[in-house]
Structure formats: structure tokens, C-alpha cells
């Protein structure tokens, strides 16, 4: 099977800032040099890997990283119930137990995405439902799409944004009160308030966007993206929605 390259940044994503010496290890010696060493195969390091780590009872998250790396890489669900199975005996029988269990889930013909639509695929990363197709959609560029998901006490509401597609700019009036607070829940995006530089949205940002402030928020043009928007009770409310998003404007971001 051809090598390819193994590129890795979680070390600085999580801990560049904490532990910068231990995020240059992990991404650029443990799977910058070690895993793209041509001596061994990339199928057989993936072996290697989840074999080690079941040999010492890792069921974690990182399991589940490296048996979605061994499946990526070549590793048939016949081969892995072989290798899980041959282990079982020179490990412990309950890490087999619990390697399986994550297995099934890695190699069922459920959790294979390739003939899933770029929606069904986002679905899968997200917790909230995707919705309907959105009811206010003249007021965006591109599909967006609506979900309720409380009615009660606060109205919440998932908002999902194909690529690309972003709402125009507007204004949540108030006379005192009032104004809207997104949580972006997936994906990647952008909000930006009228004279501003433009925010990135990944997942568990929070926006805050007080009442009278002119604005708008939508998807990266290379990725889908879903927020909460929970809208804030105040006295005299409503929404006026304006001109469009420039492509020029919005092609500046990415």
C-alpha cells in the first residue's frame, strides 16, 4: 500500500500555548518523523499502535483516533476482529471487550460515510439537528436550514449554513433589551459586526450580539457550520434585515 504522509496538529491546536515543547514532539517528531519513517508501512505502524495501546488498556478517545487511522489505512474488519481476537489472550479479555465495542463503531457499514450526501455527513458531527429547509431563507445567500430545539422559557433554535452561505446583514432593534446569542456548535464561520474585523466561529464560541448593532454571520466557503441562536427578550423588538454580503467582502475571509 503507497506510504502518503501523516500530517498531525492536534499537539499545537490543544497545547501550543501550555506545553509548546510537548506539541512540537507530538506533531512534528512522534508523527512528523516517526509515523512517515518509510521503514515500516503505515497499516503495520497502525497495527502496532492500537496493539499497544490496547496491551496497556487505553479505551479512550485516542484508541478510537488510531483505529479510525488503522481502517483509513488498509485495516479490514475481518483483520482487526483477527488482531483483537489474537490479543485478547496475550492482553486481557475485558480490553478486548472493550475494543470491540469501539470497533463495531468504527467498521459498521453504518458509520461508512462515503455514500452519504455532504449534509447526512455534517449531521454526523453535530449534536443539534440539522432542521428544514430555513423559512427566513430570502434574507440569506445559500441554503440554510432551521431547528428548533426549546420552545419553553428560551426559544432556541440551530441554525445550519452550507458552505458558503451566509445571512445578510441586519439588525435586532430594540428599546431596551433585547439582541441575540449565538453558540456555534460545528463547522466553521464567521460573524461580524458593521465596521469590524470579522470573527471566526468554530465550535464552542460564543457570540454576543447586543440589541441595534448591525451585522451578520454565516459558514466558511470550504466548510459547513451550525450555531445556536437564542434570541433575548427586551422591550419593543424586531429584526431589519439589509443589503447582502458582498462577494467582495466576504471573499476576503475564506
Known amino acids: 500500500m503507497p506510504m502518503g504522509k ?11 500555548d501550555f506545553a509548546p515543547e510537548f506539541a512540537h514532539f507530538n506533531d512534528d517528531v512522534l508523527f512528523g518523523e516517526i509515523w512517515n519513517n518509510e521503514d515500516i508501512d503505515l497499516k503495520t505502524r497502525c497495527i502496532i499502535t492500537v496493539t499497544s495501546l490496547m496491551s496497556q488498556g487505553i479505551t479512550d478517545s485516542s484508541l478510537k483516533y488510531h483505529l479510525e487511522n488503522a481502517k483509513a489505512h488498509g485495516v479490514t474488519k475481518k483483520e482487526i476482529a483477527a488482531i483483537v481476537t489474537h490479543l485478547s489472550f496475550y492482553t486481557s479479555w475485558a480490553n478486548a471487550w472493550a475494543v470491540f465495542r469501539m470497533a463495531k463503531e468504527v467498521w459498521t457499514e453504518k458509520t461508512d460515510s462515503s455514500n452519504l450526501s455532504d449534509r447526512d455527513r455534517f449531521q454526523r458531527e453535530i449534536f443539534f439537528p440539522i432542521g428544514e429547509p430555513n423559512p427566513y431563507g430570502e434574507f440569506f445567500v445559500g441554503q440554510s436550514y432551521l431547528a428548533p430545539v426549546s420552545k419553553e422559557q428560551i426559544a432556541l433554535f440551530n441554525v445550519t449554513f452550507e458552505p458558503s452561505c451566509r445571512n445578510n ?15 456555534c456548535v460545528g463547522g466553521r464561520g464567521w460573524y461580524q459586526e458593521e465596521g469590524k474585523e470579522a470573527v471566526e466561529l468554530v465550535p464552542g464560541k460564543v457570540i454576543n450580539i447586543h440589541a441595534n448593532v448591525k451585522h451578520w454571520h454565516g459558514a ?16 419593543d423588538t424586531s429584526t431589519e434585515w439589509c443589503e447582502a454580503v458582498s462577494e467582495e467582502e466576504y471573499g476576503k475571509l475564506g
Open 169 to 183: 446583514w441586519h439588525i435586532h432593534h430594540a428599546k431596551s433589551g433585547g439582541g441575540q446569542l449565538l453558540i
Open 6 to 16: 501523516v500530517v498531525q496538529t492536534a499537539g499545537r491546536d490543544s497545547l501550543g
Open 220 to 235: 466558511a466557503s470550504d466548510s459547513w457550520m451550525s450555531h445556536l441562536a437564542a434570541e433575548i427578550d427586551g422591550e
